[in-house]
């Protein structure tokens, strides 16, 4: 698979109809985004990682990251490689002992693994022509308000957004 572009995540949103997170990626010139649902939890992982955040024990991801490390490894790139059914995928690059390991991952998790080590992320040729779109302006107060809504959510906070209010 090749990556054919460069992206960065500017931020995060949240998107009050369907009670999910977004994360947006732009390209280097910011002439095009690429907006990806995702869940709170996983948002809550990149902001996390677009902050710099470090907990006092590992997440997931600080844990991948370290797995990664200590094999001697490195995160070479995250590439968003297709979409089915609105649901996208997503490749990490990894070089371990000098050979590229390939494994299969959620855009989300590949994003928060990136931030944690440094590697870039692509999407390709089928996602930059179907998928992105022009760039508009970002709200910066929704961008703050979903950052804050994240900072305080706490567990019990989710069953009202799943569904299992009683």
């Not at 992206?7 to 369907?18: E, N, P, T």
């Not at 999910?20 to 990806?36: C, F, G, T």
């Not at 902050?51 to 006092?56: K, N, S």
């Not at 998928?131 to 508009?136: K, R």
Request: aromatic share 6%; no cysteine; net charge negative.
């Amino acid at each position: 698979m090749s990556a054919v572009l460069k992206m960065k995540v500017q931020g995060l949103m949240f998107d009050q109809k369907s009670a999910m997170a977004v994360v947006v990626l732009v390209d280097e010139e910011e002439k095009r985004s690429l907006p990806i649902w995702i869940g709170l939890f996983e948002a809550q992982a990149i902001l996390l990682g677009l902050q710099g955040v470090q907990t006092p024990r590992p997440l997931t991801h600080d844990l991948m990251a370290s797995v990664i490390r200590s094999m001697g490894g490195e995160l070479e790139k995250v590439v968003i490689t297709k979409i089915v059914d609105n649901t996208f995928y997503a490749l990490l690059y990894l070089k371990i002992d000098g050979r590229e390991v390939t494994v299969d991952a959620r855009p989300s998790d590949g994003i928060a693994l990136s931030l944690r080590m440094g590697a870039p992320i692509y999407i390709s040729e089928e996602i930059r022509s179907s998928t992105t779109v022009a760039m508009g302006e970002i709200d910066d107060k929704e961008i703050e308000e979903f950052r804050q809504f994240l900072e305080n959510l706490k567990p019990d906070d989710l069953r009202k957004y799943l569904g299992y209010e009683t």
